[in-house]
């Protein structure tokens, strides 16, 4: 009795509450799924395979919303083997209102296309590029707490009793469940970089010389070095030769954090062997260059070595793209901008070397960048010629280097550092 009307309504009725069941079987077993992870590729990738399976679609993916570029990227593509979804997440990327995709994005409303071809809509160059044909999408827009996260597509659906409704709540679910994840994402990549710089921070302190004042004969070093909130490259050592000469050597590496802690550590060492051997500094800054001849591609330093012999005040002077050095004397400030060459680790160069004398009480002020280049609330620098300016009306005081740091320190109106600040002073009593 397949014409009785009862017989028909009540199986139509029965079909209704089994879509039903399955339906909230699905969006439980998502919300199961939702709760078992943190880890971003994942939860997409298990939640539209879910999704995927329910409907009978042949693909699915997952588009991005980038607020820096507004565009939107393809983040997940699951389909058969041959789709070529790589293609999908490298090469193709759509503007706001681009595409299905695109329009959903801009609307943050669903769509239920059958039949792509009649529809303008559709940006057809995805599937000339992978050779997938696309017949039907669903296309859900994924909106958080903040906004537009993105839009999740069904491709090819061949399940036709689905309620668009249902796939409009798991995506909500999904939505709030992603912002979670890339939170937790975020928490864990700022707890790693944490753990990074401490690694780096401790390098770093483990290779400079742990005596703030270095002495022989007549020549006093003084340094401080000041660390950033992000670990620069910055570095400094004191050689002695030979029983005359007493080296000091001030540099910048380039690199941050532990792979500019890392290169730094290599630097020091490489320089405290080749250093011991000569007493020329053109000589060891044209070895050390030859060894970073093959340095990491961005890795470089710039940096003053100076040899000074400490009967006479003579000072073998080379630079390789450091800023100039101030000479301190009774009768001013000079800034000491010697000819010198690029930072080490870029080009086969010979390094020159500068001869100068100092006069008794003369003293030398060594720096790197992040000194006179530190900012304010207002993004404002100090600025090297306002940096000179200060040491020349304080020239006189008794301890330099604390009053320039404290210069900084005001000047910046505790804004963190983005470098690090390194003092040297070499004082001449003879």
Known sequence: ?????????????????????????????????????????????????????????????????????????????????DCASDILKKKIVLDMGQGIAGWVAANMKPLVINDVGSDPRFFADADKMTGFTTKSIIAV????????????????????????????????????????????REVVEQEKLKQELDIAAALQKSFLPELPVFGKGNVLVSAVNIP???VGGDLYDFIVPSDDKIGVFIGDVSGKGVSGALYMAKIISDFRFIALQSDSPEIAFNRLNAMLANAPRGMFLTAVYIIADVNTGELKVSVAGH????????????????????????????????????????????????????????????????????????????????????????????????????????????
């Open 1 to 81: 009795m397949t014409d009785d009307p009862t017989i028909t309504v009540s199986e139509k009725y029965l079909h209704d509450i089994k879509r039903k069941l399955s339906d909230y079987e699905t969006l439980i077993d998502v919300s199961s799924i939702i709760s078992s992870t943190l880890k971003l590729d994942d939860l997409m990738n298990l939640v539209m395979e879910k999704a995927k399976q329910e409907l009978d679609a042949e693909a699915c993916s997952i588009l991005f919303y980038n607020r820096d570029t507004d565009k939107l990227e393809f983040e997940v593509a699951l389909c058969a083997e």
């Open 141 to 184: 827009p994924l909106i958080g707490r903040g906004g537009l996260i993105g839009v999740a597509e069904l491709i090819n659906p061949r399940k036709k009793d689905y309620d668009i409704e249902v796939f409009n709540i798991l995506c909500g679910q999904f939505a709030i469940a992603i912002e979670n994840a890339l939170f937790h």
């Open 228 to 230: 950033a909130e992000q």
């Open 323 to 430: 800023p100039p050095f101030l000479r301190i004397g009774n009768d001013g400030v000079y800034v000491e901008d010697m000819a010198g060459a690029p930072p080490i680790g870029i080009l086969p160069v010979e390094y020159p070397m500068t001869v100068i004398h100092l006069n008794k009480g003369d003293r030398l002020l060594l720096f790197t960048d992040g000194v006179y280049e530190a900012k304010n609330r207002d993004s404002k620098r100090i600025g090297f010629d306002a940096f000179v300016d200060f040491v020349s009306t304080n020239k006189d005081e008794e301890n330099l280097i604390k009053a320039v740091t404290d210069y900084v320190e005001n000047f910046s109106e505790g804004v963190a550092r983005a470098d690090d600040i390194t003092l040297l002073e070499v004082k001449w009593l003879g």
